[in-house]
């Protein structure tokens, strides 16, 4: 059974920093061409793409408004997949969803994730000004 966990959200400051991972368990990032991604929603507004990568160790895509500040890579046995957030912003404010799919990092440059199988349960981050 495939499942994502997502963990480490939490309260921050501007200028922080925080690290999310997400679980994956039923397959490994790579496996089937399986990408994983990071999404988020703040409150009132759409879902958006954040981040995803493809390959273990491999090319990887971010939106943007993180562009520099944030991080996706992967362990060593390619089961968790982090975001390393710095410098957050209080507009980085939202939900982080992490989602797998071959299709993820195609959904980043749309706002049609319904093609996106598999979603955590999401981990919110708060960043306070």
């Known amino acids: 059974e495939v499942q994502l966990v997502e963990s480490g959200g939490g309260d921050v400051q501007a200028g922080g920093s925080l690290r999310l991972s997400c679980a994956l368990s039923g397959f490994r990032l790579g496996d089937d061409s399986i990408s994983v991604g990071w999404f988020r929603q703040a409150p009132g507004k759409e879902r958006e793409g954040v981040s995803c990568?493809?390959?273990?160790?491999?090319?990887?895509y971010y939106t943007d408004a993180v562009e520099g500040r944030f991080t996706i890579s992967n362990d060593a046995a390619a089961t968790t997949v982090y975001l390393q957030m710095d410098n957050l912003k209080p507009e980085d404010t939202a939900v982080y969803y992490c989602a797998a799919d071959p299709l993820v990092c195609l959904a980043m440059y749309s706002t049609d994730y319904a093609e996106v199988r598999y979603w955590g349960q999401g981990t919110q981050v708060t960043v306070s000004s």
């Open positions: 990568i493809s390959t273990p160790g491999g090319s990887s």
